[in-house]
């Protein structure tokens, strides 16, 4: 196993916890070794869903994941919004917290959209601040995610991988990799997937998303609706063997299988754990995911999970 990051274990291969599968996980216990859920789903409900999650919690280890930080907002951060986050990791014993690096809204308003940044130094002093100060509310690191994107702006300056390298070094927080959104992303601008790997902090990747997209022929969405596909687990096992293991979690928001199909989606993971790496960096011209007319946003499905 590999050695800790930031204290923090690798968990092994876990799933995100959704409602439709509650009443399976209590009735059979799966063999699954961890859950993620997302934060704002259970931070203000009670009822079922968190009478669920509370008896979840007492049999698995539970990671959060929030879409409302905010982190890049110009808006004052949200303290009564960190407070309720960090009641709720206490309850459920969280074993961290994570976010995205990415404006959710302004002015009050949350847009339920995980917006891009422009990557430059003004926005780096900014966001960096920010992130000292949620860490000390926290009294953790806190672990920030590298989103899909399908803009850039013209006044971007840093590269992505370069931004939250620094953010690491300056303010010791973590990153939950998404290898699906780098790949998405490489897609969208261009750009080899291979070498933004190359620029991960390693030692401060505590986490992995897996998830599928949608392919709609000029462009890339991450819509969490399907299987992943094979450049997107080529991608993985790079991270994989750069990190020397990390917990490692499979997304699936939209059309939802049945756990069993979920769970033996993120197994496949064991057999890229080895030490092979491909010889050839994958072509971005092969991309296998299959076109669909309506595409969903995954925050679309934010708001079901807590009825």
């Given at each position: 196993?590999?050695?800790?990051?930031?204290?923090?274990?690798?968990?092994?291969?876990?799933?995100?916890?959704?409602?439709v599968?509650?009443p399976?996980?209590?009735?059979h216990?799966?063999?699954?070794?961890?859950?993620?859920?997302?934060?704002?789903?259970?931070?203000?409900?009670?009822?079922?869903?968190?009478?669920?999650?509370?008896?979840?919690?007492?049999?698995?280890?539970?990671?959060?994941?929030?879409?409302?930080?905010s982190?890049?907002?110009?808006?004052?951060?949200?303290?009564?919004?960190?407070?309720?986050?960090?009641?709720?990791?206490?309850?459920?014993?969280?074993?961290?917290?994570?976010?995205?690096?990415?404006?959710?809204?302004?002015?009050?308003?949350?847009?339920?959209?995980?917006?891009?940044?422009?990557?430059?130094?003004?926005?780096?002093?900014?966001?960096?601040?920010?992130?000292?100060?949620?860490?000390?509310?926290?009294?953790?690191?806190?672990?920030?995610?590298?989103?899909?994107?399908?803009?850039?702006?013209?006044?971007?300056t840093i590269?992505?991988?370069?931004?939250?390298?620094?953010?690491?070094?300056?303010?010791?927080?973590?990153?939950?990799?998404?290898?699906?959104?780098?790949?998405?992303?490489?897609?969208?601008?261009?750009?080899?997937?291979?070498?933004?790997?190359e620029?991960?902090?390693?030692?401060?990747?505590?986490?992995?998303?897996?998830?599928?997209?949608?392919?709609?022929?000029?462009?890339?969405?991450?819509?969490?609706?399907?299987?992943?596909?094979?450049?997107?687990?080529?991608?993985?096992?790079?991270a994989?063997?750069?990190?020397?293991?990390?917990?490692?979690?499979?997304?699936?928001?939209?059309?939802?299988?049945?756990?069993?199909?979920?769970?033996a989606?993120?197994?496949?993971?064991?057999?890229?754990?080895?030490?092979?790496?491909?010889?050839?960096?994958?072509?971005?011209?092969?991309?296998?995911?299959?076109?669909?007319?309506?595409?969903?946003?995954p925050?679309?499905?934010?708001?079901?999970?807590?009825?």
């Amino acid at each position: 196993m590999a050695e800790a990051r930031l204290g923090y274990p690798n968990l092994g291969l876990g799933v995100g916890l959704r409602t439709v599968h509650f009443p399976h996980i209590l009735k059979h216990g799966p063999g699954v070794d961890w859950f993620e859920i997302i934060s704002e789903n259970f931070m203000d409900s009670g009822g079922r869903p968190r009478y669920t999650l509370d008896q979840i919690a007492e049999r698995y280890p539970i990671v959060m994941h929030g879409v409302s930080l905010s982190i890049g907002s110009t808006d004052p951060l949200d303290f009564e919004y960190l407070k309720k986050l960090k009641k709720l990791a206490e309850d459920v014993s969280a074993c961290w917290i994570s976010d995205h690096l990415c404006w959710t809204g302004v002015a009050g308003r949350n847009t339920h959209d995980l917006l891009p940044i422009p990557l430059n130094e003004s926005t780096f002093a900014h966001v960096r601040e920010r992130m000292r100060v949620v860490q000390d509310y926290l009294q953790q690191p806190l672990l920030l995610e590298n989103p899909s994107s399908y803009v850039t702006f013209a006044d971007s300056t840093i590269p992505e991988w370069e931004f939250l390298g620094r953010l690491v070094e300056e303010t010791q927080c973590g990153l939950l990799l998404d290898v699906n959104n780098i790949y998405v992303s490489s897609v969208n601008h261009d750009f080899d997937p291979y070498e933004y790997l190359e620029h991960v902090p390693f030692e401060s990747v505590v986490q992995c998303h897996l998830a599928g997209h949608t392919n709609c022929s000029t462009h890339l969405i991450d819509t969490h609706d399907s299987e992943v596909i094979d450049r997107v687990w080529e991608l993985y096992r790079v991270a994989h063997q750069r990190t020397g293991g990390i917990a490692t979690l499979l997304e699936w928001d939209a059309n939802i299988p049945p756990f069993e199909v979920v769970h033996a989606e993120v197994l496949k993971a064991k057999q890229y754990m080895g030490s092979h790496l491909p010889e050839t960096k994958s072509s971005e011209s092969d991309r296998s995911a299959t076109q669909k007319s309506a595409v969903p946003h995954p925050l679309h499905y934010v708001a079901p999970e807590v009825q």
